[in-house]
Structure formats: C-alpha cells, structure tokens
C-alpha cells in the first residue's frame, strides 16, 4: 500500500503531467524538422523581441540585465524561458482582486504621522526608512506593542500554541509550508477545538510550497472540519507563466492582538523535530498589541482578494481597552511586499539598513544570490568602516542555490564583508540587526524570487529591546560557523567555470 501511495503521490503525477507535455513539444519540433531553419528564426526573433520588451519595462536594471544575458546566450529559447519564469506580474485575475482589496483595506491603517516625525526628531535616516515604509506601503507605525525575539523554531514552537489556546474570536495562519507531523498535528489539534467553540480559524497555504507535503484536497479537508482554507494560486501540470508568484508569507495572528512571522513554517524540520540537513537554524518574532493590526491587515487583504467574505473590515480590530496597560518596546512597524507593484518595498528595507550603517551589520539568510547594487551597497558599508559580518548555511537545502551563493564570495570578501557558514546545518533565518538601533526579521530571502516575485512580510524594529536579542543570537550563531576564505583557488577552474553560469542563470532560482 505504501509503494502504490507513493506511485500516486501528487508529486509523481505533476511531474510525469510536466514530462508528457516535454515529450509532446519535443514531438512537435521533430515533425517541424523540414521546417526546423525557419522554427529557429521565429525563436530567435521571439526572443530578440523579449530582449526589447525587458529593456523598455520600469524595473531594475540589475534584473533586466540579469535576463537579457542568458536569452541573448540562448536565443533558441531563451524568450521562452523568460516568457515562462521571468515575467514579475501575477495574472491579471489575481491582480485585479488583490488590488482591489488592498485600495479596500488602506483607509484602515491608522495615522501615525506623530509617531513618524517623532522618530525623525531622533533619527533623521530611520524616520525617512518608516516614512518610505508608511507612505509607499501603507503599513502604520507603531508603539504600545511588546516584542518577543526567538532564536530557534524550538523556541518559538510551545508559545505559538500556549497563544493558539487562548484564542477567543479569531485565528489566522498563512504558510508558505504545512506538512504533516508533530508541528502541525499540535497546531491542528487546537484549531478543531478553537472551531467547536465558535472561533472563526481560517488557513492560507501555499500549494507549490507544500506541493510534496500535502495532499491535493487539503483545502477540502479542513473545510470539512469547520476550518475555512484557501490554497493560494493552485499549482497545475501544465507549463504555465500564472505559476511563478507564490505567496511565502508565515503569519499566525490570534484574535488580533498575537501575532508571529519569521522563517518558521509548519513543518518538522523547524522545530528540530526531523533532520534534513543538520541542525535547522531558524528565527521567530512574537509581537502584543497594536502593531499586529499590521499583519491583521496583510492577512484579510490576501483572503478578501481570493474569497470575499467580509465587508467591515473594523470588525477584526481589537480592543485593548480591558487588557493590561499596553507594553511600548521602542517603534514597531509590521510589514508586506507584493509582485502587483514595481515597489521592491523588501529590498528597498534592506538597502535603507545597510546603506545608513554606522558601526555595524549583521545578517543571517539562507541564500545570497543578490545583484551588483546590493553587493556593492554591502561592499560600500564595509569600506566605510561598518562591520558587514552574513552567516549563510553550512550545509545547503539545495546544492545550486548553494554554489551560487558561495559563487558571490570572493567579491563581498575582498571588499570587506565577513562571511561565515554555519557548519551545524542549514540556516533559514533571514534577518538583519544594525548599530543597536535598528533591526528588520520576516520571511524576506536574498534572492531574486523573495525579492521580486514573492508576496511577504516582515516587522521593522527601531530602539526595541529585541534588537539586543537579536545581536547576542548572532553572535552565538557566528561561534558555531566556519569564516568563509578569501581566495576561491580551492574551488578550481571548472567550479569557477559552473559558479559564473549559475550566475547568468540566477532569476531562476
């Protein structure tokens, strides 16, 4: 039975769904052979036309040039690729409802101008980064909320669920990954009996992200059980651009005042429950009070958008009013990036931080495949004098992504940056801690896909004690990992050779 499950498994079906559609267009091309002079033109001219198209769109430079490289290489099918992976935009379905339910819900986040100018008395540099975020993003700023850092998913596991009972009105997770096992059976299980008492417990998953780890009908399956679910832009087997925007946001929000967000799916792995590759080191940030209106905000306006179902909107804000005096721990301010705009609000957050570092950097994050503006923007911090110190993982999820990681080593080291490995296992965190000052942990990755074609999210931090935390973390975390060298000679020509091309070929992973 389990052989004939595993030969029935969703995965196994999508991909023999892929490999017949391959074999077909390869069918296709044969029978064209006559014609193969006259195919070969029209891609070539297909993709000469892509090539035009990237340069006329209002984006980055870095990441036009990053697509236009491997299609002028490859110009057979290189527009097809791009066609395929490149393209930024959601579908014009999902854009339209988005859209629309994000102009809904912007008249809800509250003013903060006070609040902002009061920063900028402070910090002329960080009240322009909270202004930048408020204005362009329409996320609030925020005092009156406690902040709680975790350095671990085991950490950060049992407070989740001590929140989860004690839910009383609401319950709202979106995941980029469920998988069944210990995390998630603990979490279902409350969620049934939060349902029986009346709560209102949605759920949001990503279905290319939990594509091995959930069975096809998930979604129905816990409607079944009284908990509403939306399985966000279902993956189909068929060679489609609408696949390429996933929604890589990990929210659990509890009647509006709790809220978490960090790396932390659910899943086995990051709890420590099961090994994959060594020790999975990954962060949690646990906010109270006000600020969670943020995520609150993020959440409905991705459910409204896919299955409308609540006009007034007010109706999920919490009152405060009976609970215990309010903890202020420093400027909070929660929030969400989005493919439906040329707003890189992710990366604009991250260049803020490095490009007004003082003393020092500190950054975890599992992958580092950046363009020349961030390379050169961390380059230029440390020949300034600022301590720019990234731990990456010592042992990778995928051996690609980690070449190409490594593959931008020699350039980051040679013009100042401390990089270091985390040889227990595989670190998923992605954070960033600043001078004492200012800190920023979310789900945001270094790399094209969480940077330019992700919906995700993450809480910006100014004078908040978590910021301690978070620095003594790293420091921790950094006496565990090896320093990364400086000459790539160990590598050879060949690895040299494959690091360049993985390089080309970048926006693809």
Same mark, same amino acid.
């Given at each position: 039975?389990?052989?004939?499950?595993?030969?029935?498994?969703?995965?196994?079906?999508?991909?023999?769904?892929?490999?017949?559609?391959?074999?077909?267009?390869?069918?296709?091309?044969?029978?064209?052979?006559?014609?193969?002079? %006259?195919?070969?033109?029209?891609?070539?001219?297909?993709?000469?036309?892509?090539?035009?198209?990237?340069?006329?769109?209002?984006?980055?430079?870095?990441?036009?040039?990053?697509?236009?490289?491997?299609?002028?290489? &490859?110009?057979?099918?290189?527009?097809?690729? %791009?066609?395929?992976?490149?393209?930024?935009?959601?579908?014009?379905?999902?854009?339209?409802?988005?859209?629309?339910?994000?102009?809904?819900?912007?008249?809800?986040?509250?003013?903060?101008?006070?609040?902002?100018?009061?920063?900028?008395?402070?910090?002329?540099?960080?009240?322009?980064?909270?202004?930048?975020?408020?204005?362009?993003?329409?996320?609030?700023?925020?005092?009156?909320?406690?902040?709680?850092?975790?350095?671990?998913?085991?950490?950060?596991?049992?407070?989740?669920?001590?929140?989860?009972?004690?839910?009383?009105?609401?319950?709202?997770?979106?995941?980029?990954?469920?998988?069944?096992?210990?995390?998630?059976?603990?979490?279902?299980?409350?969620?049934?009996?939060?349902?029986?008492?009346?709560?209102? !417990?949605?759920?949001?998953?990503?279905? !290319?992200?939990?594509?091995?780890?959930?069975?096809?009908?998930?979604?129905?399956?816990?409607?079944?059980?009284?908990?509403?679910?939306?399985?966000?832009?279902?993956?189909?087997?068929?060679?489609?651009?609408?696949?390429?925007?996933?929604?890589?946001?990990?929210?659990?929000?509890?009647?509006?005042?709790?809220?978490?967000?960090?790396?932390?799916?659910?899943?086995?792995?990051?709890?420590?429950?099961?090994?994959?590759?060594?020790?999975?080191?990954?962060?949690?940030?646990?906010?109270?009070?006000?600020?969670?209106?943020?995520?609150?905000?993020?959440?409905?306006?991705?459910?409204?958008?896919?299955?409308?179902?609540?006009?007034?909107?007010?109706?999920?804000?919490?009152?405060?009013? @009976?609970?215990?005096?309010?903890?202020?721990?420093?400027?909070?301010?929660? %929030?969400?990036?989005?493919?439906?705009?040329?707003?890189?609000?992710?990366?604009? !957050?991250?260049?803020?931080?490095?490009?007004?570092?003082?003393?020092?950097?500190?950054?975890?994050?599992? %992958?580092?495949?950046?363009?020349?503006?961030?390379?050169?923007?961390?380059?230029?911090?440390?020949?300034?004098? !600022? @301590?720019?110190?990234?731990?990456?993982?010592?042992?990778?999820?995928?051996?690609?992504?980690?070449?190409?990681?490594?593959?931008?080593?020699?350039?980051?080291?040679?013009?100042?940056?401390?990089?270091?490995?985390?040889?227990?296992? &595989?670190?998923?965190?992605?954070?960033?801690?600043?001078?004492?000052?200012?800190?920023?942990?979310?789900?945001?990755?270094?790399?094209?896909?969480?940077?330019?074609?992700?919906?995700?999210?993450?809480?910006?931090?100014?004078?908040?004690?978590?910021?301690?935390?978070?620095?003594?973390?790293?420091?921790?975390?950094?006496?565990?990992?090896?320093?990364?060298?400086?000459?790539?000679?160990?590598?050879?020509?060949?690895?040299?050779?494959?690091?360049?091309?993985?390089?080309?070929?970048?926006?693809? &992973?």
């Amino acid at each position: 039975m389990k052989f004939l499950n595993s030969i029935l498994s969703r995965i196994v079906l999508v991909v023999l769904a892929l490999l017949l559609q391959l074999f077909g267009i390869a069918s296709l091309v044969l029978r064209l052979g006559d014609f193969f002079r %006259y195919t070969n033109i029209l891609l070539q001219l297909f993709s000469l036309l892509m090539v035009f198209y990237i340069a006329q769109k209002d984006t980055k430079a870095s990441f036009k040039l990053a697509w236009v490289v491997p299609i002028l290489l &490859f110009p057979l099918f290189g527009g097809l690729i %791009y066609l395929l992976f490149g393209t930024k935009s959601p579908t014009q379905g999902m854009r339209k409802k988005l859209e629309r339910t994000q102009a809904e819900i912007a008249p809800y986040a509250p003013d903060c101008s006070e609040l902002i100018e009061e920063v900028t008395v402070k910090n002329a540099h960080i009240g322009g980064h909270v202004r930048y975020l408020n204005q362009h993003g329409k996320f609030a700023l925020y005092q009156n909320t406690e902040a709680k850092y975790f350095p671990l998913g085991d950490d950060a596991f049992p407070a989740m669920l001590e929140e989860l009972k004690k839910a009383q009105r609401f319950i709202f997770l979106e995941y980029f990954i469920i998988a069944e096992g210990t995390m998630w059976n603990s979490v279902l299980e409350i969620l049934e009996q939060k349902v029986a008492q009346g709560v209102d !417990v949605r759920v949001i998953y990503d279905d !290319v992200g939990s594509l091995t780890t959930l069975p096809y009908n998930f979604d129905r399956q816990l409607e079944k059980k009284g908990i509403r679910c939306i399985s966000f832009n279902p993956f189909m087997p068929v060679l489609s651009i609408v696949m390429n925007n996933r929604d890589h946001r990990k929210i659990l929000i509890v009647d509006g005042k709790v809220a978490f967000t960090g790396g932390i799916n659910l899943a086995d792995e990051y709890i420590n429950q099961k090994e994959r590759f060594g020790h999975w080191k990954d962060t949690a940030v646990m906010l109270r009070g006000e600020a969670v209106w943020n995520l609150t905000m993020l959440f409905l306006s991705m459910w409204n958008g896919l299955r409308p179902t609540d006009e007034e909107y007010n109706s999920f804000r919490p009152d405060f009013t @009976d609970d215990a005096s309010p903890v202020s721990d420093g400027y909070v301010q929660p %929030y969400g990036d989005s493919p439906l705009d040329n707003e890189e609000l992710g990366e604009n !957050v991250y260049l803020g931080i490095i490009n007004n570092a003082k003393r020092y950097l500190y950054i975890m994050t599992p %992958y580092l495949i950046i363009d020349d503006g961030m390379v050169d923007a961390l380059t230029l911090a440390a020949k300034r004098g !600022v @301590d720019v110190r990234i731990i990456t993982p010592g042992i990778p999820d995928k051996k690609s992504v980690f070449a190409l990681t490594r593959s931008h080593y020699e350039r980051l080291i040679r013009g100042g940056v401390k990089i270091y490995e985390y040889t227990p296992g &595989f670190v998923h965190a992605k954070s960033f801690v600043c001078d004492d000052e200012v800190a920023t942990v979310g789900t945001i990755n270094l790399d094209y896909r969480s940077l330019y074609l992700h919906f995700e999210c993450g809480v910006y931090f100014y004078q908040s004690t978590l910021i301690a935390d978070l620095k003594a973390d790293f420091l921790q975390t950094q006496e565990k990992c090896r320093q990364a060298p400086l000459s790539r000679r160990n590598f050879g020509l060949i690895t040299a050779l494959y690091h360049a091309i993985l390089r080309l070929f970048s926006p693809l &992973f």
